[in-house]
């Protein structure tokens, strides 16, 4: 089955910074790729996604870049602010079929310093 | 709408007790599916479903029964529990149709066996 890694942890920027999360996944049949914001205490929500059939997808402060050929893709948060502190999850599906079964990576715990 | 709607919120348990988590969502979705989040291992799948009458295992399924009897509802049922299952449990919806492929998560049920 479908294995997503997820790199760092745990990041820790100042306000202002950017902060970058990597993710590589194993199947190359997957297609959707969406990243999940999760406050502390409270369920995932989804801030971005991306298809297999685009390469960048930005959305205000929040970009996602995905490179089908080395199988990883990556969140970019610029101008980072207080509020974007919590745990960021990425993942990987095949979307339709596959069941539509999301695998989620461990999680990096995004820490934005004053 | 309310979305997807989870209780309990907290569930304490014994060892060898059985419950049932009850799942609903509103928004006429035909893919459910049960994940459970324990520290540093992200959101791992027990079970889903595709549609009414059809559901499937999935990683960490060993210890749970689900059924899909309706549209709305997809409880997840822990015949014996025990201290292993403690965890934080999340049920999950999405639509089949359109281009949005985000799951909306519900806020969450958990759960400790002792």
């Known amino acids: 089955g479908e294995n997503v890694e997820q790199h760092p942890s745990t990041l820790s920027v100042q306000e202002g910074d950017s902060a970058v999360i990597k993710c590589t996944y194993s199947d190359s049949a997957s297609n959707y790729f969406p990243w999940y914001k999760q406050e502390l205490g409270k369920r995932p929500q989804l801030i971005i996604d991306i298809r297999s059939n685009v390469g960048e997808k930005k959305d205000q402060r929040i970009a996602v870049t995905l490179n089908k050929t080395a199988k990883h893709f990556s969140l970019h948060i610029t101008e980072t602010q207080p509020e974007d502190s919590a745990v960021y999850f990425c993942a990987a599906s095949i979307t339709p079929g596959g069941g539509n079964k999301l695998t989620f990576g461990t999680g990096t715990q995004l820490k934005v310093e004053l | 709408n309310a979305g997807v709607t989870q209780t309990p919120k907290f569930q304490v348990l014994k060892t060898g007790q059985s419950m049932t988590l009850q799942c609903a969502q509103d928004?006429?979705?035909?893919?459910m599916s049960w994940y459970r989040q324990d520290p540093g291992m992200g959101l791992r799948l027990i079970h889903y479903s595709v549609g009414a009458g059809i559901t499937d295992q999935g990683e960490v399924p060993n210890g749970y029964n689900v059924s899909r009897s309706t549209t709305e509802d997809f409880p997840l049922r822990l015949l014996s529990a025990a201290p292993s299952q403690t965890s934080v449990y999340f049920c999950?919806?999405?639509?089949?149709?359109?281009?949005?492929?985000?799951?909306?998560f519900g806020s969450g049920t958990r759960l400790t066996v002792v």
């Open positions: 999950a919806s999405r639509n089949t149709g359109g281009m949005n492929y985000g799951y909306t």
């Open positions: 928004m006429n979705h035909e893919y």
